[in-house]
């Protein structure tokens, strides 16, 4: 594999477990206002 693919797999990776993550961090904090 060429060092351009890994790369784009690591950014993938970051964006969808980073947009996870942000998801998580505002339905916790929703949860914690009631």
Do not use: D, Q
């Not at 594999?1 to 980073?18: E, F, P, R, Y």
């Not at 993550?21 to 009631?34: D, G, L, Q, R």
């Amino acid at each position: 594999m060429s060092t351009g693919a890994i790369i784009m797999m690591v950014l993938a990776l970051i964006i969808t477990w980073g947009g996870a993550a942000i998801c998580i961090a505002i339905a916790m904090k929703k949860s914690h206002k009631k």
